[in-house]
T-cell receptor, first 111, second 114 residues
Framework: RKEVEQDPGPFNVPEGATVAFNCTYSNSASQSFFWYRQDCRKEPKLLMSVYSSGNEDGRFTAQLNRASQYISLLIRDSKLSDSATYLCVVNPSGGYNKLIFGAGTRLAVHP | GAVVSQHPSRVICKSGTSVKIECRSLDFQATTMFWYRQFPKQSLMLMATSNEGSKATYEQGVEKDKFLINHASLTLSTLTVTSAHPEDSSFYIC??????????FGPGTRLLVL
């Protein structure tokens, strides 16, 4: 089983749609969680951290369920500029430690 | 936010040559940096952890004699791909954590070995 698994995608949605990505992780002791965005042929960029209480940043909402080892990202009112690959990322041990990346879910928003 | 640079951004080399990639944290110090590799349509895979003042820690399956890592200062780590072969062609990305433990990624180096 992969350490971090994501929806395979791709997701093709019209502008204005709401889209949800799911992710599961295998290490129950994992400390911190993130969603990164990666544009084609570019480096990943931090979209948002994910907290147990859930957190929101504008049109983006992230949720964490530690009991189910499940992470989600909801994007409301999709924009063309949201088209990218979204990476679910887990830090197993916290601190200055390695990040484990999911394979990513590709989102394509069309007019 | 913090800035991490990589050089070169793209390199094409002949099989059997060595290639050095630099990773710099521009506005913060990083005692630890990470090197990742990403093949097309795959996720980033951690290759090794670069530690300033000590040996790098390699992930399972990554040859330390082939991928030489030197963390020369608190702002510079280098990855040297020795005797490169076509199967080493990939996107190499470094990252560095800030004191707040947020990791910032360099822009990546695209390596093509002919």
């Amino acid at each position: 089983r992969k350490e971090v698994e994501q929806d395979p995608g791709p997701f093709n949605v019209p502008e204005g749609a709401t889209v949800a990505f799911n992710c599961t992780y295998s290490n129950s002791a994992s400390q911190s969680f993130f969603w990164y965005r990666q544009d084609c042929r570019k480096e990943p960029k931090l979209l948002m951290s994910v907290y147990s209480s859930g957190n929101e940043d504008g049109r983006f909402t992230a949720q964490l369920n530690r009991a189910s080892q499940y992470i989600s990202l909801l994007i409301r009112d999709s924009k063309l500029s949201d088209s990218a690959t979204y990476l679910c990322v887990v830090n197993p041990s916290g601190g200055y430690n390695k990040l484990i990346f999911g394979a990513g879910t590709r989102l394509a928003v069309h007019p | 936010g913090a800035v991490v640079s990589q050089h070169p951004s793209r390199v094409i080399c002949k099989s059997g040559t060595s290639v050095k990639i630099e990773c710099r944290s521009l506005d913060f110090q990083a005692t630890t940096m990470f090197w990742y590799r990403q093949f097309p349509k795959q996720s980033l895979m951690l290759m090794a952890t670069s530690n300033e003042g000590s040996k790098a820690t390699y992930e399972q399956g990554v040859e330390k004699d082939k991928f030489l890592i030197n963390h020369a200062s608190l702002t510079l780590s280098t990855l040297t791909v020795t005797s490169a072969h076509p199967e080493d062609s990939s996107f190499y990305i470094c990252s560095a954590p800030t004191a707040e433990e947020t990791q910032y990624f360099g822009p990546g180096t695209r390596l093509l070995v002919l």
